[in-house]
């Protein structure tokens, strides 16, 4: 399926989101359908929650594997939720697997403050200097491998003016932000030079389900594990620093990379806390 048809799948999914309506969407006869990494019926969850699909509409497709992905937001009752979504859609054009993460700040074992949702050229535009798909996979998991166990050695290749964002905070160079995280004032790769996240024991069940050659983007999911037995750490630059996390929980995240020139350039997520050690029902099917 061509990324014009991927995109009126993804189009009709979201216009049937925002009017709570279901089956509107032509869904195949065995759907796998997850929310928050809960294998769900078709219908419940967002679909009986939501107000309106918000204005931040990110979106990219796969033609290869017929997928189709977005990061946006979602309005329900108490707050306004930063959102991704990856569809697959089968021959028939039905769509066949359907995974939502939606970050309820409310409900979250961590808070973002001032979250703001904004469009980024840098991930709307196309490469100038495409790399091959493996290789776009193996820079995105060269990532994990840098932030797992992070001890200052880089694993990947980042671009010198690499930003992140995360649930509507760009948590790289960012002087406001940083008066509350103070590594937020730091780009990319200076983060990991320096071992600021130490404590990420584990980077796992990592899948790359959607890569969209044309844009240079690649659509992760996985789980970052912390025992919370680390009390603290040192720095590559010998300071020694307490630990922010102190009790076993884990991140589900969903992470898109985009990458140009054979660097990471620009990096969105979406993650939300959960029980440690959770399982993922996308490894069993």
Not at 233 to 261: A, C, N, W
Request: hydrophobic share 35%.
């Amino acid at each position: 399926m061509d990324r014009s048809a991927l995109y009126g799948v993804l189009d009709s999914y979201l216009e049937a989101l925002d009017a709570k309506q279901p089956d509107r969407v032509s869904w195949a006869a065995d759907v796998h359908n997850s929310e928050n990494n809960v294998m769900l019926e078709v219908g419940d969850g967002l679909w009986g929650t939501i107000d309106r699909v918000g204005d931040y509409k990110l979106r990219f497709a796969d033609p290869q594997t017929s997928q189709v992905g977005y990061f946006g937001t979602v309005h329900e009752p108490i707050e306004e939720s930063a959102f991704t979504l990856r569809l697959k859609v089968n021959a028939q054009g039905q769509v066949c697997e359907s995974e939502m993460v939606v970050v309820r700040q409310s409900d979250s074992g961590i808070k973002f403050e001032n979250c703001r949702y904004w469009d980024k050229p840098i991930l709307n535009t196309n490469v100038e200097a495409p790399v091959e798909r493996a290789e776009m996979i193996h820079l995105s998991n060269g990532y994990f491998d840098t932030l797992q166990l992070n001890d200052g050695t880089i694993h990947t290749k980042f671009h010198p003016d690499c930003n992140r964002v995360e649930n509507g905070v760009q948590t790289t160079r960012n002087p406001e932000f940083a008066k509350i995280v103070p590594v937020s004032a730091l780009g990319c790769e200076e983060q990991f030079r320096m071992g600021n996240y130490r404590y990420d024991d584990r980077l796992r069940a990592r899948r790359f389900p959607l890569v969209d050659e044309e844009r240079g983007l690649v659509l992760a999911f996985g789980f970052i594990d912390h025992s919370g037995r680390l009390a603290e750490y040192q720095l590559t630059d010998g300071r020694t620093v307490k630990s922010p996390v102190r009790r076993p929980h884990s991140f589900y995240i969903s992470e898109l990379f985009k990458i140009d020139h054979g660097m990471i350039c620009q990096i969105e997520a979406n993650f939300i806390t959960v029980p440690y050690n959770m399982p993922s029902p996308w490894d069993a099917l």
